[in-house]
């Protein structure tokens, strides 16, 4: 839990300075400006999870073409490297893919299930079936397909910082991360590329959709995060410098305690045309 407790803290000491600020507010329009909204076709079939992104059912998927910087990146983070995340869905799952370009995957190969695969190169998801982020699903995939799956809890009414992070105090007391919990049912895969990387998810329904009464998706709103934690060379030196992609931007660390973020993912009905 080391990595976790180290970026939770580090969310805190961030946010302490908005605590004097922070108010009662709106989960879902936390912090500053509008979300980002993608509409997500039905799967006309699932894609096979194996993290080659070339199954044709990928073509009609809903696309997000390139990633944000993060809030209140500096220049240098602000050079980010392509990503393209697709997502389609059906009753069971959530498909989702990352199409990573990157000429120097920093992927060491000895991280297992639930280390801190974000201290090396990763996408990620977050999903909140209810949408007030209470209670929240992350998973991140590695170059070579190893998982970190979590879940995240509040025990008390959601307050915000005026950056849209969860209030200090809250987070402190009332804000609980499980990475021991397993989401059964998870696939997730991923492969190099030609161009860099490239991972495939399908997320079951049933820990994202338990708190709407029900363990299928169906056509409706969920709230979504997409990310990808890109860990480039630093001239001269041995480490490396965190880029954080965001579909919703956050503060650099912060997506796990920045649910009032997550983009709005609205599943609609319509299967996509088939093309040849
Ligand atoms: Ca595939
Ligand atoms: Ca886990």
Redesign the pocket.
Known sequence: MKGIVMRGLLGLLLAASGAAMAAAGQPERGGEGGLPRLDVPRAAQA?????????AVWAGAARIDGLLPAAKAGPADRELRSTVVRALWDTNALYVAFDCEDDEVFSTGTLKHDDNVYLEDVVEVFLDGFGDGRQFVEIQVAPDGTTLDMMYLLTAEMKLAPDGRIAPDVSRRDRWGFREWEMEGLQAAAKRTARGWSA?LAIPAGPVMKRRGTSVFEPGEIRAQFMRYDHVPVEGKASRRLIQQNWSPVIHGNPHNTPSRMGRLVLIDDQPTTRP
């Open positions: 894609p096979t999870i194996d993290g080659d992104v070339a199954d495939e």
